[in-house]
């Protein structure tokens, strides 16, 4: 079964440094990978998608994503971060049959 | 920017009676979703529904839900009879794309269920 990891429940990054949110996969076949955020009280909305070529992906507010089929990761990163970014972000995965399944999230405080 | 809308956005309910949760999908859109969150905590899949029929359910899903397209617009969750377990929040989903084509979702901004 497609699954995907985020193992920090929470990542502290000071205002203006830059940011990762680690997330791992584990897929049989070709990989579709999204990164979505939830601010409080909100839906989840989409930040970006990798499904095939470049490695690097670029999102909504200045976040991008690594792609990385070695080490099987999918690190959500921003090389500035705002005070605003602060939020709940999941990675997720596109299964076989359609659906798409939620990592457990990682809060990201940014600190002024 | 179109968008999926929810209604109510918060129902109290008593344990045992029914809810049915409503979701109006992004027009051109095909696949639609049920997922639920509890506690600001992970996201879960509920069933997915793709021209009339269910596609996949989880094992969340059981015989208290039902998912329902009565019109052309809406998209319709119920919960037979609610159990205090139940108490989440609700998110619907739409995809323009499904399979091996599909793309992200679009979701609702939720409706919170209570149940007491």
């Known amino acids: 079964a497609q699954s995907v990891a985020q193992p920090e429940d929470q990542v502290n990054v000071a205002e203006g440094n830059p940011l990762t949110v680690k997330c791992t996969y584990s897929v049989s076949g070709n990989p579709y990978l999204f990164w979505y955020v939830q601010y409080p009280n909100r839906g989840l909305q989409f930040l970006l998608k990798?499904?095939?070529?470049?490695?690097l992906v670029k999102g909504s507010y200045g976040f991008e994503a690594e792609f990385n089929k070695s080490q099987t990761s999918f690190h959500l990163k921003k090389p500035s971060a705002l005070v605003s970014d602060s939020a709940l972000y999941f990675c997720?995965?596109?299964?076989?049959?359609?659906?798409?399944?939620f990592g457990k999230g990682t809060r990201l405080h940014i600190l002024p | 920017e179109p968008e999926v809308t929810q209604t109510p956005s918060h129902q109290v309910t008593q344990m045992g009676q029914e809810v049915i949760l409503r979701c109006v999908p992004i027009s051109n859109h095909l696949y639609f979703y049920w997922y639920r969150q509890i506690l600001g905590q992970k996201v879960e899949f509920l069933v997915s529904?793709?021209?009339?029929?269910?596609?996949?359910k989880s094992e969340i899903f059981d015989d208290q839900f039902s998912v329902e397209r009565p019109d052309g617009s809406n998209f319709t969750l119920k919960i037979r009879s609610t159990k205090l377990e139940d108490s989440a929040m609700y998110f619907c989903?739409?995809?323009?794309?499904?399979?091996?084509?599909?793309?992200?979702?679009?979701f609702g901004e939720g409706s919170r269920l209570t149940v007491l």
């Open positions: 990798y499904i095939t070529g470049d490695n």
């Open positions: 997720a995965v596109r299964d076989r049959d359609d659906k798409i399944i």
């Open positions: 989903a739409s995809s323009e794309f499904g399979g091996r084509n599909a793309g992200e979702l679009f």
């Open positions: 529904f793709y021209n009339n029929e269910i596609s996949e």
